[in-house]
């Protein structure tokens, strides 16, 4: 075998031992930019716009991050299509409404501590003791939850009888 072809073979072994050495690095930054829901659980949640709130069946962690993306239209007041919004909500702000500065019929998010639960014993009514924190969502969001708990979501409006319509939530958690 002559010295160029030497120099070639060992080249060409080199290149592909440089290749195979770079490949992990770049497998991770591959996984670095991944979405959200590719990194962990994904859930989908209908939220209608006439209940106060509705129950996503998770529970979740203090300081977790959550990702939530949001679409659909709903009434805030049924059949007034001047009404209508989408996750952003109406561009109509009142004190009567669970945030105040931000847009009514927004999503919302509702993070419940259930601390303990009474039932009289001559009603049958049952009290619910419970530590909340609220935040906004709106269509699209990253969340670091404020506590440990269930995870609810809603409208920004405390009056939801009249609305109708519904929002279609995506749940991303990142379970690292």
Known sequence: ??????????????????LLVSLPRSL?????????EEQ??????????NEA?????????ENQEIYFEASGQISLQKGNPITECGPDGYHLQTVQQPFSDKDIGALIGEVVWLVSVEVDEKSQKET???ISEK????????I?????????????ENLVDD???EFRVKIFINED
């Not at 709130?53 to 962690?61: I, P, Q």
């Not at 935040?135 to 990253?142: E, H, S, T, V």
């Open 163 to 165: 609305n109708a319509g």
């Open 28 to 36: 991770s930054l591959q996984e670095q930019e991944k979405k959200p």
């Open 53 to 61: 709130r509705t129950d996503t069946g998770l529970d979740v962690r």
């Open 1 to 18: 075998m002559n010295c160029s072809r030497i120099k070639k073979f060992f080249l060409i072994l080199l290149c592909g031992f440089l």
């Open 40 to 49: 962990g659980t994904f859930l989908e949640i209908v939220v209608l716009a």
């Open 135 to 142: 935040f906004y969502i709106g269509a699209q969001n990253k």
């Open 144 to 156: 670091i939850m404020p506590l440990n708990g269930r995870l609810f979501l809603g409208i920004n």
């Open 128 to 130: 619910r003791h419970e």
